[in-house]
């Protein structure tokens, strides 16, 4: 698990989560208004990739898990992304 405190994300339209792997990662976020979001292969070639719209919903602890499709373990990307437009 991984926890990120976001601040001021009132101002965003949505934030992009991916993972990038050479196996089958799977992605579990949870927001602070506590709405949990899962994908697993959303970016194509087997890779995850959520897009959380309504960016006052972001503000505060986000909750990120990253797992294998199979339970296999590999190394792994985890990449956020901001949009304000």
């Not at 934030?15 to 050479?22: A, F, G, L």
Request: negative net charge; contains cysteine.
């Amino acid at each position: 698990e991984i926890s990120l405190g976001l601040v001021g994300s009132e101002m965003c339209i949505r934030d992009r989560i991916e993972v990038e792997s050479q196996c089958d990662p799977t992605l579990l976020v949870n927001t602070p208004n506590t709405t949990w979001h899962f994908d697993d292969d959303g970016g194509g070639s087997l890779q995850p990739e959520l897009n959380i719209t309504s960016g006052p919903n972001l503000n505060g602890r986000l909750d990120v898990w990253v797992g294998t499709y199979n339970g296999n373990s590999c190394q792994a990307t985890l990449e956020l992304e901001t949009w304000y437009n």
